[in-house]
């Protein structure tokens, strides 16, 4: 009976008037379960108030007034102001009347009168000696029925919208609750996880008796919400273990060969992965493994002696490239370093084809290409056992998915230069086999990372000039090609000249998307080869680029680009033995963006970073659930929350471990959180 409740529709309870449940519906609440989730983002102690402030906090109060009076004022620069003023209920000796502020918010002026009571929540500050909150969040208080709902509680204040105000949300919800005493309510939690009630849990994260109960509702809901997640990760690594396949490994004489000639010796960490993969590859089941580490530590070094093992047992391997550039650049590097080997490899992009050889025929060997891999019509792979896709988050599932359907169960490596932090491998990437590379080789010169504001241009112009005339070369980053009317930010295009005259006699070229193939090949053998000595370039540059005599990165708005992908730009440089520089050069005053940038001062470690980048952007951002599939997340934090994730893991693995597809009675209400609710058959769930 309860599952049935929350699934019902907000129409079918007559006591919502009609208009309400339309505004609920316009919001994404049109069923009990979606009104239910929509869980508070913060909550006010309305059993004491506290007192009216008398100094300024970045602290914000949360107190309850009488509304004395209300102005009206004209300002130059602000078209209105509308000024409150509010007396406290039960001065004390030191009371002062606190001022309440709206600038161009007329609809305010239209709900607030004298006499009224307000709960008023802000942040005061000191203006022309007297106590003020601007734009505070406001309730006023009704002498009604439902007073006990709004006060003398712990509080709930949602997440509104115009024509839901909190106290209609809250009075809905607290009616709808109220409908579910009594019932009993199945878990969605294993026992042994969390003992308190589902039902509970959403009576107490709504309208909590007291802090301790609303810390165990909260457990619980974020336990159940990471609880479906690895349950949904736990279906797909079923239905991948489960999948027939071939081993993909030959005995390893090539692999050797190549190893011996490589110039440079392999680190521990890149030789853990390679065995880790070719023990995958030796057997009869997929491989679905993720091969991760930071910008420079010989990933595409690894994935390519996990090719020729499968091509020695007489596969053919693609690797698919989210860009051209890179695309391009891993096939020049790939020829260059099996040149000795006689293997034949084609590159495969939207607008370049190289060697092409009939690929019905089993050649060649190994296939590079863009996702136009995915769509071109001779792309045809006869023996295809292995498939590697670099930078793996740049791809969308269904575009994966379309590769690996072109053999019969190849091996799949996804690997990406983004270090992941711990709760991401146990969420996006959880039915994946992680290896990781933790080790960056010797030889890697150090990185030094300054933030300059863009009064110090001349000062880092002088001393690129002198690296350059040193014999060393350097990048100039811009975040844009050409100007934007939209955008307050420099272009390289239009700063090309600027530098061609600044760095003059020595060459620069201009590299970007929008560089014809061709020419783009031309720009990048100069720079390899030392003539051009400074390449002015757009984030185009961010992954494949391997110059190692490039010492130098100056960023200009740095500030424009997402931590992740600065680090990344910064691993382009460091790659020789050379001390190396990265310069960002930014304006930036909003807090975020100068954490962000500090951050990168600070360290070099991708692991860090990318634990910061998951910090500053937030979960959702960097989980993409359009491209992972994985159910959203309404109140669990990846990173505050992380115990609570591992918790999550080890209780579906041990379901997933005695009852792989949930066919158990009591592990059939679980196949629900994945399937009915996701409106798919399980099977179309990997």
């Not at 988050?393 to 994966?400: E, I, L, N, T, W």
């Not at 799949?412 to 086999?433: F, K, N, Q, S």
Request: charge should be neutral; hydrophobic fraction near 40%.
């Amino acid at each position: 009976m309860s599952d049935e409740f929350l699934a019902k529709s907000l129409h079918e309870f007559d006591s919502l008037p009609a208009q309400r449940v339309r505004a609920l519906e316009r919001f994404g609440l049109g069923t009990v379960d979606e009104l239910l989730t929509h869980y508070p983002r913060r909550y006010e102690d309305r059993t004491k108030f506290d007192h009216f402030p008398q100094q300024e906090s970045d602290t914000p109060v949360c107190v309850c007034g009488t509304v004395v009076k209300t102005s009206e004022k004209r300002l130059p620069g602000w078209k209105k102001m509308f000024e409150v003023t509010l007396e406290e209920e039960q001065p004390h000796a030191l009371s002062e009347p606190l001022i309440c502020r709206w600038f161009n918010v007329h609809f305010v002026q239209k709900m607030i009168a004298t006499g009224q009571r307000l709960v008023v929540y802000g942040k005061p500050k000191l203006r022309a000696k007297k106590i003020c909150i601007d734009h505070p969040e406001f309730e006023i208080v009704e002498n009604d029925d439902d007073v006990s709902i709004h006060l003398k509680r712990i509080t709930p204040i949602y997440r509104a919208t115009e024509g839901l105000n909190q106290r209609v949300l809250r009075e809905t919800i607290y009616r709808v609750l109220d409908k579910l005493r009594g019932m009993e309510i199945e878990s969605r939690l294993p026992a042994e996880l969390d003992s308190m009630g589902f039902g509970d849990a959403l009576r107490q994260i709504h309208f909590p008796d007291d802090e301790a109960q609303l810390a165990n509702a909260k457990r619980h809901l974020v336990l159940t919400e990471f609880f479906a997640m690895q349950l949904f990760v736990g279906a797909k690594r079923a239905e991948t273990i489960s999948r027939k396949g071939e081993s993909h490994c030959g005995r390893g004489d090539l692999l050797t060969r190549f190893q011996k000639s490589l110039p440079f010796p392999l680190t521990g960490a890149q030789q853990r992965a390679i065995a880790e993969i070719r023990a995958d590859l030796a057997v009869p089941r997929p491989m679905n493994r993720l091969l991760h580490g930071d910008v420079g530590s010989g990933k595409t070094v690894v994935a390519l002696s996990a090719m020729l093992l499968a091509v020695e047992a007489g596969f053919q391997s693609a690797l698919m490239a989210p860009t051209q550039i890179l695309a391009e650049q891993h096939y020049l590097n790939f020829r260059r370093m099996l040149d000795p080997l006689d293997i034949a490899i084609a590159l495969r992009t939207g607008s370049r084809t190289e060697d092409p050889l009939p690929l019905l025929s089993g050649e060649p060997q190994i296939v590079i290409g863009t996702h136009a891999l995915l769509y071109e019509q001779n792309t045809n792979f006869k023996n295809l056992g292995l498939v590697v896709i670099d930078e793996q988050h740049k791809f969308g599932v269904m575009q994966r998915a379309r590769l690996i359907e072109q053999a019969t169960a190849p091996d799949v490596l996804v690997m990406t230069a983004t270090p992941i932090p711990r709760t991401l491998t146990m969420t996006v990437y959880g039915d994946l086999d992680v290896s990781t590379i933790d080790e960056l080789p010797a030889n890697r010169g150090k990185i030094i990372t300054a933030v300059r504001d863009a009064s110090k241009l001349t000062e880092a112009v002088a001393f690129i000039r002198e690296h350059l005339e040193k014999g060393r070369q350097a990048y100039i980053v811009y975040p844009l090609i050409d100007e934007s009317a939209k955008l307050e930010a420099k272009a390289a295009a239009q700063e090309f000249e600027k530098w061609q005259t600044l760095l003059a006699p020595m060459r620069c070229e201009l590299l970007h998307g929008r560089v014809e193939p061709a020419e783009k090949d031309a720009i990048m053998e100069r720079f390899r080869h030392g003539e051009t000595k400074a390449l002015i370039a757009t984030s185009v540059i961010e992954v494949g680029i391997d110059v190692p005599n490039a010492n130098i990165m100056l960023i200009e708005n740095a500030e424009r680009f997402g931590l992740a992908q600065l680090h990344q730009l910064r691993g382009r440089i460091g790659r020789g033995g050379h001390k190396s520089y990265c310069i960002l050069i930014s304006d930036a005053t909003n807090a975020e963006a100068i954490e962000k940038l500090r951050t990168l001062e600070e360290t070099s470690d991708g692991f860090k970073i990318a634990e910061a980048d998951l910090r500053l952007r937030g979960p959702g951002d960097i989980l993409g659930t359009a491209q992972s599939g994985l159910p959203p997340l309404k109140l669990g934090d990846l990173l505050a929350d992380q115990e609570l994730m591992r918790l999550a893991r080890e209780a579906a693995a041990k379901i997933f471990a005695s009852d792989p597809f949930l066919e158990r009675a009591e592990n059939k209400r679980f196949r629900d959180l994945i399937v009915e609710r996701r409106k798919l058959t399980f099977a179309q769930i990997s």
